[in-house]
Structures are given as C-alpha cells and as structure tokens.
C-alpha cells in the first residue's frame, strides 16, 4: 500500500508543496508527477472532470513519487469515497462553514472507527484488491489526509472547532472565493483578506493541524508561511503554459491575438 509523501514531509516539519494541474491528459500528470513535488491538486468542484477521467489521471501519477489531492464539491459526501478508492490520498472540502459539515465531512471519508466510509477494497487504493480488510482500512485510515477549506468570512468564527475535530489534517484557506464574498473580487492580497488568512492561520495553529493556502507568487508564499502555512498550491499548469508562450511570442515580437 502506498504512504503518502505529504504526511512524510509534514512528519520531518517540512512545507509541502503542489500545484493545481487543469490538463485532463495523463501524459502531462505523468511527466509532472516524477518532477519532485509532494502533490498535484485536481479539481473537480470547478472543472468538467469525470471520476474516470480522474482514475486514468491518478493512474499516470503512480509514474512518480507524489500525492493526488482532490476537491470535489461542496455536499458531495459520497463522492469522496470513489476519489479515494481512485487514487486520491488527500481530499479538500470546499466551503465548509461549521463544525457540524466538517465532521460529515469524516464521516464518509474515514472507515471505522473514526467514520463510515464504505468498503469496497477492490479498487486502487488497496492495489485492487491486494492486502486484507483490517491492514487496508487501518492504512487507509492513516495515509488519507484531510482539508477543511474555509473561503467565507462566514466561517471565521467556526475555524478553531473545525480544526478541532479528530480526523481533520489541516484548514485550507481559499483566497478567490474570500476575497470574493469579502466584496473585494480577486484582490488575494488585500490586507483584509491577508489578515483573515493569518487568523485562521493562528486558529488552525492553535488546534495543533496544518495550516494551507493557495499562492501565486513568490512573495505571497512567504507571507503564508510565515503566517505557518506547511501546504503550499503554487500556480496552476495553464498558467505556466500561458506565461511560456508569451515570452515565446516576446521573443519573435508578435503581438498577442485579442
């Protein structure tokens, strides 16, 4: 059975780090996979992925060394299972903003005794079907990792008791949909919107869990990991394709097509 790399790392008190691959083909997951990061992030709360889609994508990353973290959408309880019998070690739960929707949250995503996720014991997380029900469930049950996402100022109040809760790894702080509801549309830096991250960030701390966000830049990674942040989402692979080609397109002096 496969260990989770993240959990290593957060073991030897390092950050881990990933980034949010959009691409749906498996040549690319399989390349990024073997280039050292400790996890690729798939989304499947804003794309149009299929969980074949996503077996085929966690299929190519077992290439490399690298955890799969998945986000399905909010209320898909039963979702998580099937992402997690995929391949997926870690699961981010988007817009929770309570402590009760949080420990749904484990409930279908650990097996007994710490939830009731079903068994099935076939799929890939036991290497379809290869080591017995009590060693797959009790490692199942270790190597998974669990995010709570907070991404309203709604759920600031609620951050300690989420966190709290046995099961629950580490808070996810969303900046896009934070800064969004806060009225302040995409401005991630915003001192407002940095000053919730590093309450809930203080919160989280508090409550012995790990701390994560999403970044965009150098200089906004180190003001969360500062904040104590050991989960960092670098970028996105759409965005590294956008930025190559125009500095190709740079290079030759072609303006860029409107």
């Not at 986000?71 to 870690?90: I, K, V």
């Not at 079903?118 to 029900?133: I, T």
């Not at 100022?153 to 966190?163: N, Y």
């Not at 989402?233 to 030759?252: F, N, P, R, S």
């Amino acid at each position: 059975m496969r260990t989770s790399k993240v959990k290593e790392t957060w073991n030897h008190n390092q950050t881990a780090l990933g980034t949010l691959i959009k691409s749906i083909d498996p040549v690319h997951t399989e390349m990024v996979s073997q280039m050292g990061f400790d996890f690729l992030w798939y989304d499947l709360e804003h794309s149009d992925k299929s969980l074949e889609t996503f077996s085929n994508l966690c299929r190519a990353s077992r290439i490399g060394n690298v955890d799969i973290l998945a986000r399905p959408a909010r209320w898909e309880f039963m979702r998580m299972g099937r992402l997690l019998e995929a391949g997926a070690q870690g699961i981010m739960y988007p817009r929770c903003e309570s402590a009760e929707e949080a420990r749904e949250v484990i409930r279908w995503a650990k097996f007994h005794p710490l939830g009731e996720r079903g068994f099935d014991g076939g799929s890939a997380d036991n290497n379809f079907g290869s080591y017995p029900a009590d060693d797959y469930t009790k490692n199942a049950n270790e190597e998974s990792w669990i995010l709570i996402q907070i991404e309203s100022p709604a759920a600031l109040p609620h951050v300690r008791e989420i966190a709290e809760i046995e099961g629950v790894d580490g808070i996810f702080f969303g900046p896009g949909d934070f800064s969004l509801l806060s009225g302040k549309p995409g401005q991630i830096k915003h001192k407002d919107v940095l000053s919730a991250a590093k309450q809930i960030a203080d919160d989280t701390l508090a409550a012995g869990k790990i701390f994560g966000t999403l970044v965009f830049d150098a200089e906004h990674s180190k003001f969360m990991q500062d904040a104590g942040a050991k989960l960092i989402i670098h970028g996105a692979d759409i965005i590294y394709y956008k930025h190559a080609y125009t500095k190709l397109l740079e290079e030759y002096q072609r303006p860029l097509i409107e």
